[in-house]
């Protein structure tokens, strides 16, 4: 993103100053005064590796007995002046990956690069993050205090860097000239406030600051959609106007196509896909975003709905599947090389094994349903439940011989017989996600 | 329902909520209920079955539910229909669902409520309906507590909570709005198949133009306490009549047309006239002042309150002079003023 000096804003001459200071062992980039050669340099947020895995301590001993493993391995770049979007399911880690990233949490793993410097190790880099970045919350209504007046909430941030009461109000002044409230809205009390202008007062204390990267955690959630739109439009003016680099996390697909250049896709932890939006959003590459994205309702009477896009939810990062973290939900998982099975079939026997494995299968339930209760109508009765294919072979042998093994309990051996007779790519290696532009962590060849 | 209005009495004065509002729900039909926060929609909603929290309080109006005034009735009657024939499902699936019991209990409880059945049929029922509503693995979840279950689950034991009185309506207020889009499309779906399979009609409330246009027949557009526009969901769609639907519409991302400036009302003080009119880049001197428009027919089927609802101005309402008082209530005019006469703030 080559974007032009702002020289309207003091503030973002001073950053570029800053930045310069920072760079100065990188001697070849130039006076950055000119505006010129930013692509030579490297992005704002360089999010490399990142990983954050909790202990699972059990037993009186409190032994470790598990891995939560919410962030594993993520890796980003935010340009200057350019908005990422993070978009995944609840789950999917990403307020984690924001609040690792900003070291409000200490990642476990991976290196964080902000402006040239590393965050973290001991570094002042975590003080220049924190100096230059500010987050936009959620819900306005819990990060804005009842009895405290909107141009207080906002000159907030001012005041704990000991800004005198005048210069603080100035700055209010301006600074709610420029996020579209009024004079007046100033010594309005929250509740006096619509949802909209709230979001206002909110996007109004971030930049106080004259912050280089906001970090909005769904900024537009349980707002009407004309309301969001402006609060969008807001966004997109004061990013060009102050040169802004932005990470949108959201699991609302369309806010991140109107209002991000790149998007990427997070999985169970891990980002499966990445690329400019408009790209990754109507072309996607990875089944999970082609589900994601047909999940979204379009407004079109006419169309049909997509009925069941994708089943189930992300799984428990404490136990992510092995191989493609997804395989479990895809519905275009690649069937095993040596059986003749469609990927919606072979997605039957895996929900089968996900289910013995977690021990859901439910015999009693089956039990009440069929007539008799001899193992013979209770196979059937799992595979009806399951609509498991009847395959020729090898395959056919080893899922009716897995039947059987659920029916009497043996619910690890069909676990481990379906494991050895059902291979695929999907099961055994978790995709590499490539290098570029635009990359996606899948087994599918590219069409 | 027939004119509905339900008032809140606030220190400041009276939120007229729901404020004459008409609309029809046929058996086996999804009606959408339209609108942005504050539009009355979920008082409305509540105002059905007599479920408005105090100081609330339906005013005036009539729902005939089975040729019966469900306002008129007795509150002996109308818990006898309460749950039994009209349930809710609420957005907030915590609403509906008590911590400290587990989900299995609660849905029993619920069928025992409604079915005289002894304690064994009542949980193999609970299961039943656990398993209708797509709870995976129903015999071992509801031996769990709702804590343990993710969103989506619990929107399906509340959604299973209230079938277990086999209702005729299904009254769904934002039941997906907490919800990721993957896991919402599985609980329209369910919605989807309910309607189809047990014939149960469904009022559902949403703010959501897409999910509308995903479940809806027909859709009922509200703002400011009133009925904007109703009609078959692809006529509104296609060929919105009032400037309020065609905003959010416009709005919507992609479509990249014109969007409504401004902010909603004040409930305590709307403005005569239409109350859209501060907002709508078409108002005229008529729509400043009265009561604002009646619903009008349209061309497609539906109705819209608008004076421009066949797209030229209606000959039979006489063109108001400048800007007079509202008989009704003479605050009014000072809030048409501040609000900007000419249209919204943009």
């Known amino acids: 993103m080559n974007r032009p000096d702002s020289s309207a804003d003091p503030g973002a001459a001073a950053r570029e100053a800053t930045a310069a200071d920072s760079e100065s062992s990188a001697a070849d980039s130039g006076s950055t005064a000119d505006g010129v050669d930013d692509a030579d340099r490297e992005p704002l947020v360089v999010v490399d590796g990142l990983e954050k895995h909790y202990p699972v301590r059990s037993g009186v001993l409190r032994r470790r007995t598990g891995t939560v493993r919410a962030v594993d391995g993520v890796s980003f770049a935010i340009e200057r002046g350019e908005a990422l979007g993070l978009i995944g399911e609840s789950g999917s880690g990403k307020s984690t990956v924001a609040e690792t990233l900003l070291h409000l949490q200490e990642p476990t793993g991976g290196t964080v690069r902000f402006d040239g410097r590393p965050v973290g190790d001991g570094g002042d880099g975590v003080d220049d993050l924190r100096r230059r970045t500010a987050m936009v919350f959620q819900d306005p209504s819990s990060s804005l205090d009842p009895r405290t007046t909107a141009g207080e909430s906002a000159a907030e941030p001012l005041r704990v860097r000991g800004v005198a009461r005048r210069r603080r109000r100035e700055r209010v002044a301006t600074l709610f000239e420029r996020v579209g409230l009024t004079a007046d809205h100033r010594d309005r009390y929250p509740h006096e406030l619509s949802g909209g202008q709230k979001r206002r007062v909110g996007i109004a204390r971030a930049l106080a600051l004259d912050p280089a990267f906001v970090v909005l955690d769904e900024p537009t959630a349980a707002l009407d959609v004309s309301v969001q739109a402006e609060i969008l439009d807001l966004l997109a003016d004061l990013r060009d106007a102050f040169d802004l680099s932005m990470l949108f996390i959201s699991h609302d697909v369309s806010v991140v196509r109107r209002a991000c250049d790149r998007v990427a896709v997070l999985y169970a932890g891990e980002v499966v896909e990445t690329g400019p939006t408009g790209a990754v959003l109507d072309d996607p590459a990875h089944p999970y975003t082609r589900a994601l994205a047909a999940a979204v309702p379009t407004p079109d009477p006419r169309a049909d709905r997509p009925r069941h896009s994708l089943s189930g939810a992300v799984p428990d990062p404490a136990d992510p599947p092995d191989g493609c973290r997804f395989h479990t939900r895809c519905p275009e998982v690649i069937p095993p090389e040596d059986a003749d099975l469609t990927s919606a079939e072979y997605g039957a026997v895996i929900d089968l094994r996900v289910d013995l494995a977690d021990g859901e299968v439910g015999l009693d339930r089956l039990r009440t349903r069929v007539d008799g209760a001899d193992a013979d109508s209770l196979a059937r009765a799992l595979r009806a439940e399951y609509d498991l294919p009847d395959p020729d072979g090898d395959a056919g042998r080893a899922l009716s011989a897995a039947v059987d093994e659920a029916v009497v309990g043996d619910d690890a051996a069909a676990v481990r017989r379906i494991r050895e007779a059902f291979g695929s790519p999907c099961v055994r290696e978790n995709p590499e996600r490539g290098e570029g532009d635009r990359s996606s962590a899948c087994h599918l060849p590219p069409e | ?346």
């Open chain 2, 1 to 346: 329902m027939r004119d509905l209005r339900t008032q809140f009495p606030t220190v400041e004065g009276t939120v007229r909520a729901v404020d004459g509002v008409s609309f029809d729900v046929y058996p086996g039909e999804t009606v959408c209920l339209v609108g942005e926060s504050g539009s009355g929609k979920t008082v409305a909603c509540e105002s059905i079955a007599r479920l408005v929290d105090p100081p609330g309080e339906v005013v005036d109006g009539e729902v005939r539910f089975d040729d019966r005034d469900l306002l008129a009735c007795a509150e002996r009657d109308l818990r006898a229909v309460r749950g039994d024939r009209i349930a809710y499902v609420f957005q907030d699936p915590q609403r509906s669902l008590d911590p400290v019991y587990t989900v299995g209990e609660q849905v029993t409880e619920a069928v025992g409520y409604h079915r005289d059945v002894d304690g064994a049929a009542a949980r193999e029922r609970a299961v039943d309906l656990l398993d209708r509503v797509g709870l995976p693995n129903p015999a071992a979840r509801a031996d769990e507590y709702p804590h343990q279950l993710s969103g989506g689950m619990k929107q399906r034991v509340a959604i299973a909570t209230a079938l277990a009185g086999d209702p005729d309506l299904l009254i769904a207020d934002e039941p997906t709005t907490a919800l990721d889009v993957t896991i919402q499309a599985q609980i329209l779906d369910l919605f989807a198949d309910l309607g189809d399979e047990e014939g149960l009609a469904t009022l559902f409330v949403t703010h959501d133009l897409g999910v509308v246009a995903g479940i809806a027949d027909r859709v009922v557009v509200m703002y400011a306490g009133r009925v904007m526009e109703r009609g078959s969901v692809t006529r509104v769609f296609e060929r919105p009549a009032h400037p309020y639907i065609r905003g959010l519409l416009d709005s919507l991302p992609g479509r990249g047309g014109e969007r409504i400036g401004g902010e909603p009302p004040d409930p305590l003080d709307p403005p005569a006239g239409c109350r859209f009119h501060p907002r709508c880049p078409h108002a005229v001197g008529e729509c400043r002042s009265g009561d604002g428009p009646p619903l009008h027919g349209v061309d497609g089927g539906g109705e819209a309150a608008c004076v421009f609802h066949d797209g030229v101005r209606d000959s039979t309402v006489v063109e108001a002079g400048p800007e007079p008082r509202s008989e009704r209530d003479p605050t009014h005019d000072a809030d048409t003023s501040t609000c900007g006469a000419d249209g919204g703030p943009r």
